[in-house]
């Protein structure tokens, strides 16, 4: 629920501007609806998105919405998760600026 997410984002000192919990959505993953609404409340088209998810249905969420997607095995083993990256963990993973955009870098 938007109560409970709020909750446990403050306790860990995160406000983001946007978020998006089940009692926003009607639908549920592996639905895109979740991250299209995300999507259309940030103001940003989804193909300029990047889903980060470790589980299947999410992962399928997030290709079902159009959006570039990034694995993580920290729940599922790689060969159950498809994705057009796969990483261990978020270490793998940096962000840079680039213009007015961020540009996903993923080590080898």
Do not use: N
Not at 6 to 31: F, M, Q, S
Not at 86 to 95: C, G, P, Q
């Amino acid at each position: 629920s938007r109560r409970l997410a709020g909750a446990r984002l403050a306790a860990v000192g995160i406000r983001p501007a946007t978020v998006i919990a089940a009692d926003d959505i009607t639908r549920g993953k592996p639905d895109p609806e979740p991250f299209l609404l995300a999507a259309a409340r940030l103001g940003v088209a989804p193909e300029r998105c990047v889903v980060f998810e470790d589980a299947p249905a999410g992962l399928a969420s997030g290709r079902a919405a159009g959006m570039w997607t990034v694995a993580l095995t920290t729940s599922h083993p790689a060969p159950e998760l498809t994705a057009d990256a796969v990483v261990a963990d978020l270490t793998a993973v940096s962000v840079q600026v680039s213009g007015d955009a961020l540009e996903v870098r993923i080590a080898d």
